[in-house]
Nanobody, 120 residues
Framework: VQLVESGGGLVQPGGSLSVSCTAS????????MGWYRQAPGKQRELVAR???????NYADSVKGRFTISTDGAKKTVYLQMGSLKPEDTAVYYC???????????????WGQGTQVTVSS
């Protein structure tokens, strides 16, 4: 199982940016997907998460500005980021709770990370 991220980059304060992440491999079910971020010198923190039933939760710092969603197959997760602030600058990591399709074991998987920089 692999998670491949795309998107990210440099954006000015107040701007918008999207990142996406697709799970591939022999997958029985994707139970939840989410985004974490880690800024220099800080711990990795949850940004947003969505379950297979569509339930979402967001960090207080991004509520009302970020939106998480999945595609119909629920193997791709999107994070639409708006009203971006310099403090949103971080490496954003995709995370997924997946039951793989061979041994039917369930665990967390991580993407490689994508840089989001908010700066003028």
């Amino acid at each position: 199982v692999q998670l491949v991220e795309s998107g990210g980059g440099l954006v000015q304060p107040g701007g918008s940016l999207s990142v996406s992440c697709t799970a591939s491999g022999i997958i029985f079910s994707v139970n939840a997907m989410g985004w974490y971020r880690q800024a220099p010198g800080k711990q990795r923190e949850l940004v947003a998460r969505i379950t297979s039933s569509g339930s979402t939760n967001y960090a207080d710092s991004v509520k009302g500005r970020f939106t998480i969603s999945t595609d119909g197959a629920k193997k791709t997760v999107y994070l639409q980021m708006g009203s971006l602030k310099p403090e949103d600058t971080a490496v954003y990591y995709c995370n997924a709770d997946i039951t793989e399709g061979r041994m039917y074991s369930t665990r967390d998987y991580w993407g490689q990370g994508t840089q989001v920089t908010v700066s003028s």
